[in-house]
């Protein structure tokens, strides 16, 4: 059964450091594209980091220089060190794999529709 599973959100203050967990099972995530994303309360799913198949990484412009992509392929896991966090940061956050043959395009990576496989989301909550 092809799955990602996330972990490590929370409540943190602003200013604070969270690393999320994105364990994949099914599916070796080597050679894989990885995505992160978050959705904020009303607001869409927005791309927010990205590693392709050769390990070249991607960041939206609110988090670069913030946020951190990486990937254990001996842990089949993939995280999201997140450092300098601020109360805009708040979001449920999903990660998400493009299947092998799929078509995905780095110039488009912030594209949820080139991505098929989907974990459950975890919170996380930047506040005072």
């Known amino acids: 059964q092809v799955q990602l599973v996330e972990s490590g959100g929370g409540l943190v203050q602003p200013g604070g450091s969270l690393r999320l967990s994105c364990a994949a099972s099914?599916?070796?995530?080597?050679?894989?594209?990885i995505g992160w994303f978050r959705q904020a309360p009303g607001k869409e799913r927005d791309g927010v980091s990205c590693m392709d198949s050769s390990s070249f990484t991607y960041y939206a412009d609110s988090v670069k220089g913030r946020f951190t992509i990486s990937r254990d392929n001996a842990k089949n896991t993939v995280f999201l060190q997140m450092n300098s966090l601020k109360p805009e940061d708040t979001a449920v956050y999903y990660c998400?794999?493009?299947?092998?043959?799929?078509?995905?395009?780095?110039?488009?990576?912030?594209?949820?529709?080139?991505?098929?496989?989907w974990g459950q989301g975890t919170r996380v909550t930047v506040s005072s």
């Open positions: 099914g599916f070796t995530l080597d050679y894989s594209v």
């Open positions: 998400a794999a493009v299947s092998p043959g799929r078509l995905w395009l780095g110039s488009t990576w912030y594209d949820t529709r080139r991505y098929d496989i």
